[in-house]
């Protein structure tokens, strides 16, 4: 199993930025794909970005951050990081790391909090 623990969240203005930071320790071997997503209050989990851990790095973000997110990934430190650019307050949500093995299971941090004021 992978454990994920998260960093970076905060209270920022809009428009301003936050970088998010995501260590993986335990069978990081075995994962395939690392990621985030968040929850709002009262709204579903949603994606934010993936990227794929081996190999050219693929890269999938949610239509609501593409162009403003950037998802990257260090394999020798086994971590994933959001950088968010160009903040909205509809941004502000619960922060979680994700990852995915090669299996197919799901492991997810505990997750950081992001507010965005307007």
């Known amino acids: 199993q992978v454990q994920l623990v998260e960093s970076g969240g905060g209270l ?4 301003g930025s936050l970088r998010l930071s995501c260590v993986a320790s335990g069978m ?3 994962t395939d794909v690392l990621g985030w997503y968040r929850q709002a209050p009262g709204k579903q989990r949603e994606l934010v970005a993936t990227i ?10 949610a239509d609501s951050v593409n162009g ?6 260090d394999i ?7 950088q968010m650019n160009s903040l909205k307050p509809e ?23 992001v507010t965005v004021s307007s």
């Open 12 to 15: 920022v203005q809009a428009g």
């Open 28 to 30: 990081v071997f075995s």
């Open 52 to 61: 794929t851990r081996g190999g050219n790095a693929n890269i999938k973000y």
């Open 68 to 73: 403003r997110f950037i998802i990257s990934r």
């Open 76 to 82: 020798a430190k086994n971590t994933v990081n959001l």
């Open 91 to 113: 941004d502000t949500a619960v922060y979680y790391c994700y990852s995915k093995a090669v299996t197919g299971r799901e492991s997810w941090g505990p997750g950081t909090e």
